[in-house]
C-alpha cells in the first residue's frame, strides 16, 4: 500500500459510519487501522523505505477527533473499581465451587496482570508459573504492543489477603486437576453443577467481572459509568498509580509500550476533589465594605 492509497483509505473511512453503530468511527478505532497496516506491511518482509508513511493519514485522524469533539461527541471509558470494591467482588465467589474459583480468579487476576480481556481468555495453563515465595508470573505469548510475538512475562507478588494472586491460581488449578483437567485453557466454560467445558471467551470474562461488580454494588460509579472488564484494566493501573508506582512500572506491568502515551489514559485519579490542584489554596477573606451611613 502507498502513502496515497493509506490516506485515502483513511479519508473515506471517516466519512464512512460504522456498520455497527451507524455513528463515523473514533479516531482510536482508525489510529488502530494505521497501525494494523504498517504491521502487516513488517509480516510481509516488506522493507521500511517501502512502507506508507502513515503521517497524513494521521494528521486527517486528529483533524477528526476534533471535529467529533467540537460536535460534542466523547470518549466513552469504563468506571473504575477500588481495593475496597475488588475485594467486595471476591467475597461474591462461592470458592466451595470450581465455577466461583474461576470468577476469583478473573476478578483478582484483573487487577495485578492488567489484561486486556482477549489476551487473559487465550491464555493456556502452561502459561502460568508460581515462584516460592514470591508470586506468579503469566505469559503473554503475543499483545498488541508485541507485533512480533516474543512474548512476554507479568509477575504478580504474592499477597496475604483476599486478593491474592497465587491462591486464587493454585486452588483454581487444583480443582481443574481433580477433574483431568491439566492442560489447555485457563479459562474454562463451568455450569451450575461445575462442568467443564472448553475454553471461556472474551465477552464472557467481561460478563462475570460485570456481574460480580453488579453483586458488590460497584457496577456503576458516582457518574453513571458503568464498570467493565476494560475498566479493570484501568482500575489496575489506577491503584498502582495511587500506590507510588512509576510510569514505566506501569507501562511494563500492563505490556504498553514503554514510549507510549495511552497508558496515561488508564489512570483514572479518584478524589478529584479534595486531590484537586487548587483544592489547598488558602482562602482570602473578602474584603467587608462599610455600608453605615454617615
Given at each position: 500500500?502507498?502513502?496515497?492509497?493509506?490516506?485515502?483509505?483513511?479519508?473515506?473511512?471517516?466519512?464512512?459510519?460504522?456498520?455497527?453503530?451507524?455513528?463515523?468511527?473514533?479516531?482510536?478505532?482508525?489510529?488502530?487501522?494505521?497501525?494494523?497496516?504498517?504491521?502487516?506491511?513488517?509480516?510481509?518482509?516488506?522493507?521500511?523505505?517501502?512502507?506508507?508513511?502513515?503521517?497524513?493519514?494521521?494528521?486527517?485522524?486528529?483533524?477528526?477527533?476534533?471535529?467529533?469533539?467540537?460536535?460534542?461527541?466523547?470518549?466513552?471509558?469504563?468506571?473504575?473499581?477500588?481495593?475496597?470494591?475488588?475485594?467486595?467482588?471476591?467475597?461474591?465467589?462461592?470458592?466451595?465451587?470450581?465455577?466461583?474459583?474461576?470468577?476469583?480468579?478473573?476478578?483478582?487476576?484483573?487487577?495485578?496482570?492488567?489484561?486486556?480481556?482477549?489476551?487473559?481468555?487465550?491464555?493456556?495453563?502452561?502459561?502460568?508459573?508460581?515462584?516460592?515465595?514470591?508470586?506468579?508470573?503469566l505469559f503473554f505469548a503475543s499483545s498488541k504492543t508485541d507485533q512480533a510475538a516474543e512474548g512476554?512475562?507479568?509477575?504478580?507478588?504474592?499477597?496475604?489477603?483476599?486478593?491474592?494472586?497465587?491462591?486464587?491460581?493454585?486452588?483454581?488449578?487444583?480443582?481443574?486437576?481433580?477433574?483431568?483437567?491439566?492442560?489447555?485453557?485457563?479459562?474454562?466454560?463451568?455450569?451450575?453443577?461445575?462442568?467443564?467445558?472448553?475454553?471461556?471467551?472474551?465477552?464472557?470474562?467481561?460478563?462475570?467481572?460485570?456481574?460480580?461488580?453488579?453483586?458488590?454494588?460497584?457496577?456503576?460509579?458516582?457518574?453513571?459509568?458503568?464498570?467493565?472488564?476494560?475498566?479493570?484494566?484501568?482500575?489496575?493501573?489506577?491503584?498502582?498509580?495511587?500506590?507510588?508506582?512509576?510510569?514505566?512500572?506501569?507501562?511494563?506491568?500492563?505490556?504498553?509500550?514503554?514510549?507510549?502515551?495511552?497508558?496515561?489514559?488508564?489512570?483514572?485519579?479518584?478524589?478529584?476533589?479534595?486531590?484537586?490542584?487548587?483544592?489547598?489554596?488558602?482562602?482570602?477573606?473578602?474584603?467587608?465594605?462599610?455600608?453605615?451611613?454617615?
Open positions: 500500500m502507498t502513502t496515497e492509497t493509506l490516506t485515502e483509505w483513511i479519508r473515506v473511512t471517516i466519512d464512512t459510519p460504522s456498520d455497527k453503530t451507524g455513528e463515523p468511527y473514533g479516531a482510536s478505532a482508525l489510529g488502530q487501522a494505521v497501525a494494523a497496516v504498517l504491521a502487516a506491511h513488517t509480516w510481509a518482509r516488506v522493507p521500511v523505505d517501502r512502507h506508507p508513511d502513515p503521517r497524513p493519514a494521521r494528521l486527517l485522524i486528529k483533524a477528526h477527533k476534533k471535529r467529533l469533539a467540537d460536535s460534542g461527541r466523547r470518549v466513552k471509558k469504563s468506571a473504575t473499581v477500588d481495593l475496597d470494591g475488588f475485594t467486595a467482588m471476591v467475597q461474591q465467589c462461592d470458592t466451595t465451587t470450581l465455577r466461583g474459583l474461576r470468577d476469583r480468579l478473573i476478578a483478582v487476576w484483573s487487577i495485578w496482570s492488567m489484561p486486556r480481556r482477549k489476551e487473559f481468555a487465550a491464555r493456556v495453563i502452561l502459561d502460568v508459573v508460581v515462584v516460592p515465595r514470591k508470586g506468579v508470573r512476554e512475562w507479568v509477575t504478580m507478588p504474592r499477597r496475604h489477603d483476599l486478593l491474592d494472586p497465587v491462591t486464587a491460581w493454585t486452588e483454581y488449578r487444583d480443582a481443574l486437576a481433580e477433574r483431568g483437567v491439566t492442560e489447555g485453557a485457563v479459562l474454562r466454560r463451568i455450569d451450575r453443577w461445575d462442568n467443564v467445558g472448553d475454553a471461556l471467551s472474551a465477552e464472557s470474562v467481561n460478563d462475570i467481572l460485570q456481574a460480580l461488580a453488579d453483586k458488590a454494588g460497584v457496577l456503576y460509579d458516582e457518574n453513571g459509568l458503568k464498570f467493565t472488564a476494560h475498566g479493570a484494566r484501568a482500575s489496575g493501573a489506577t491503584i498502582a498509580d495511587e500506590n507510588g508506582a512509576s510510569a514505566a512500572a506501569i507501562r511494563k506491568q500492563g505490556r504498553w509500550s514503554p514510549n507510549s502515551k495511552v497508558a496515561d489514559g488508564y489512570i483514572r485519579p479518584r478524589d478529584e476533589w479534595d486531590g484537586n490542584a487548587m483544592a489547598k489554596i488558602p482562602t482570602i477573606p473578602a474584603q467587608r465594605t462599610n455600608t453605615t451611613e454617615n
